[in-house]
């Protein structure tokens, strides 16, 4: 989506947290990404920090992350392992912010591939907390070393330059000096790419970047000359190398893992993730380029294709607490998989269904439960008499339709501006919560509750919808008590348990329990849309085939 955040909801949700006191960075995103784990990242950071004032460090958030990579040396012919180091996780460690941007497209079977260890490059990933995970790449001649975020979901390589004097930021990490690189070509453009709490701008250069042993000439980046935020002051990273399709690349740059295809470096037009999630592992997983280690996942891998070519997008058939469908993917789902966000992000209506499931601790919703109290028989009245869903909150009098849909702006946090209408200030709210109680309420139906039931039921729902920022901390004695979740995709279920979606931390003598699931509403026709980010791709190897335009899943090992 071009547009970004809507500035009407940019303004309204400053405006509710003036209010409740506290201080938030609204996300708005760039012009050539549809959001990015950078905004969702700090928002995460800001929120656990304020949460940690206020209630103890019971509720903080974990870092919305992107993958970073440092350099093991290893041979190859054509592939580039990745390989991943983990630190404890630690919420008073915390402080680092992370980016990312996102993309997809169509895509055919490719079946697990092997290698031998001379075919591949291995890169060795650090895990920062299971919030970053970060390495080392070099630029120029002689090769001079910076850290960066292994991303998904963008598409550019960047890194901050010996002319950024004017930005905090610049003075916590390494800077490129391109007079000191006999490879270094000028080229001058100015470049920017915009976030909500910053911006990071600079001019495009060219020059040698070696990424393990593999030496990618006459690659074009930026150096960066300000970084406008915190985030970049307290990430682990320096810069960003991203691994997305050249169609989201700001300045229609080619990326590095397109020139990497394009010089022959790789055998094979794949890369694939494995994640360590043992915090106290040395190794906190592996990035290859050019292919799969067969050592990291066991079975074959299930392969979709990619849907719309940018971020790697895909179609998932249906998601699932316990053993019952949410009911909210009828016909499909769209998600992205994304190395570059550390956690699940949901539709605000499914994730609050998992919280109460759970017995997550969210913020309660005042306007939820009044449009439950108010129209909640009115609602399952309309979905008996067979009312089209999308046509009951118009029918009510809580949405209105723009020529072409329902206007919700809470569903639409992400979306272009091209001549929308607004609705009427707080409308956008109560239209919100009406669609959500369609949804519960309609799969309800399915299952043959009593009204009285299923409208108590969506009342409590009301209650374990996330906080604004998205997180929510639970009892972490509760653990055995609580459902599986699954994600259907090509016609197989992917499934984590609570100890896989569930992010447990010490916080002195005490334990802290974090819902791997936070809420982000986009709109249809892109969405409803999930990300999938590190708590997924943790328990499932993760191949991005460029080849064949597809990815595929396989239980981790």
Same mark, same amino acid.
Do not use: W
């Given at each position: 989506m071009a547009g970004g955040w809507p500035p009407a909801f940019v303004r309204r949700t400053e405006a509710r947290e003036r209010e409740r006191g506290r201080v938030l960075f609204v996300a708005v995103k760039p012009k050539t990404a549809m959001f990015g784990s950078l905004e969702l990242t700090f928002c995460y950071y800001l929120a656990r920090e304020f949460y940690k004032m206020t209630y103890n460090y019971l509720l903080g958030a974990l870092c919305i992350l992107v993958l970073t990579c440092s350099l093991v040396p290893a041979s190859s012919d054509g592939l580039v392992r990745v390989g991943l180091k983990k630190r404890p996780l630690d919420l008073h460690g915390i402080k680092a912010a992370t980016m990312a941007r996102l993309h997809g497209?169509? =895509? +055919? =079977?490719? @079946? $697990?591939? =092997?290698?031998?260890? &001379?075919?591949?490059?291995?890169?060795?990933?650090? #895990? %920062?907390?299971?919030a970053q995970y970060y390495g080392e790449i070099s630029v120029g001649s002689p090769p001079q070393k910076f850290t960066v975020i292994f991303d998904t979901g963008s598409s550019n390589l960047w890194i901050p330059s010996s002319k950024c004097i004017f930005s905090?930021?610049?003075? /916590?990490? !390494?800077? %490129? +000096?391109? +007079? #000191? &690189?006999? *490879? %270094?070509?000028e080229i001058g453009k100015s470049c920017a790419i915009h976030y909500g709490s910053g911006s990071v701008s600079g001019f495009l250069s060219q020059? #040698?970047?070696?990424? =393990? @042993?593999?030496?990618?000439?006459?690659?074009? /980046?930026?150096?960066? *000359?300000r970084e406008g935020s915190l985030t970049f002051v307290v990430g682990k990273f320096d810069g960003i190398l991203g691994l997305g399709f050249q169609e989201i690349s700001v300045g229609d740059v080619v990326p590095v893992w397109y020139n990497m295809m394009e010089q022959g470096l790789v055998q094979e037009e794949v890369f694939s993730f494995w994640l360590n999630r043992d915090q106290y592992a040395k190794d906190g997983g592996e990035l290859v380029f050019g292919g799969v280690d067969e050592k990291h996942f066991k079975g074959k891998h299930t392969y979709v294709p990619v849907t719309q070519k940018g971020y790697w997008q895909f179609q998932m058939d249906d998601f699932l607490i316990g053993n019952l469908s949410t009911g909210f993917c009828e016909g499909g789902c769209a998600a992205i998989v994304d190395s570059g966000t550390s956690l699940l992000a949901g539709p605000t209506t499914v994730v609050t269904q998992i919280n109460h499931a759970i017995g997550a601790q969210g913020v309660v919703s005042m306007e939820c439960k009044l449009v439950v109290s108010d129209y909640g028989e009115m609602i399952w009245e309309l979905l008996l008499a067979g009312v089209q869903p999308d046509k009951v909150c118009s029918q009510v009098g809580l949405c209105f339709f723009n020529g072409s849909g329902l206007e919700s702006a809470n569903i639409e946090m992400v979306v272009e501006e091209e001549n929308k209408e607004k609705a009427p200030p707080g409308d956008d709210l109560v239209c919100t919560a009406c669609e959500m109680l369609v949804v519960w309420i309609r799969n309800q139906l399915k299952q043959q509750e009593t009204k009285e039931r299923v409208l108590d039921y969506v009342n409590q729902l009301c209650e374990s919808l996330p906080s604004p920022m998205?997180? $929510?901390?639970?009892?972490? @004695? $509760?653990?055995? +008590?609580? !459902? @599986?979740?699954?994600?259907?995709?090509? &016609?197989?279920? /992917?499934?984590?348990?609570p100890e896989q979606y569930i992010l447990k931390t010490e916080e002195g003598p005490t334990s802290v329990c974090l819902s791997g699931f936070i809420a982000l509403d986009v709109p249809p026709p892109r969405g409803p849309l999930w990300i999938l980010g590190d708590v997924f791709m943790g328990a499932y190897h993760t191949v991005f085939d460029y080849g064949n335009l597809q990815v595929g899943f396989a239980e981790a090992v």
């Open positions: 497209e169509q =895509g +055919k =079977g490719l @079946n $697990s591939m =092997g290698h031998d260890e &001379s075919d591949l490059d291995i890169l060795s990933l650090k #895990n %920062y907390m299971d905090i930021a610049c003075l /916590f990490h !390494p800077k %490129y +000096k391109h +007079k #000191n &690189s006999k *490879t %270094y070509q020059d #040698n970047v070696e990424v =393990g @042993n593999l030496v990618v000439h006459n690659q074009v /980046f930026m150096e960066a *000359t998205g997180e $929510s901390a639970i009892d972490c @004695n $509760s653990l055995s +008590k609580m !459902p @599986n979740v699954t994600f259907t995709i090509g &016609s197989r279920d /992917f499934t984590l348990t």
